[in-house]
């Protein structure tokens, strides 16, 4: 089993940047696929951000592109979700989740992700 922490969400203004991190500890070698998810109130749980542990090839949702970006410090055991442009639309709950074990699917394949973190909350006000 994976263990992730996730720190750095807050308030925001629309426009303004955030920087979300997430520590993994635990197995970590059983996975080589880390993301981030997000739920606003009364919405489905999604994916938004994926990275390759092992060559750090990304993914992005469509809302998010071009905005956001996902990077890793494996030295560090930390993945991080740099937010800029914020938008009052990307108010919510943020998670970290790692997939295990290995598997050769593209790390966007965001329902095989089952280790998840406690979720951190982004809020952005325009």
């Known amino acids: 089993q994976v263990q992730l922490v996730e720190s750095g969400g807050g308030s925001a203004q629309a426009g303004e940047s955030l920087r979300l991190s997430c520590t993994t500890s635990?197995?970590?070698?059983?996975?080589?696929?880390l993301a981030w998810f997000r739920q606003a109130p009364g919405k489905e749980r999604e994916g938004i951000a994926a990275?390759?542990?092992?060559?750090?090839?990304?993914y992005y949702a469509d809302s998010v592109k071009g905005r956001f970006t996902i990077s890793r410090d494996n030295a560090k055991n930390t993945v991080y979700l740099q937010m800029g442009s914020l938008k009052p639309e990307d108010t919510a709950m943020y998670y970290c989740?790692?997939?295990?074990?290995?598997?050769?699917?593209?790390?966007?394949?965001?329902?095989?992700?089952?280790?998840w973190g406690q979720g951190t909350q982004v809020t952005v006000s325009s």
């Open positions: 635990g197995y970590t070698y059983s996975t080589n696929c």
């Open positions: 989740a790692a997939r295990t074990p290995k598997t050769p699917f593209r790390c966007d394949s965001y329902s095989m992700y089952n280790s």
């Open positions: 990275i390759y542990t092992d060559n750090s090839v990304t």
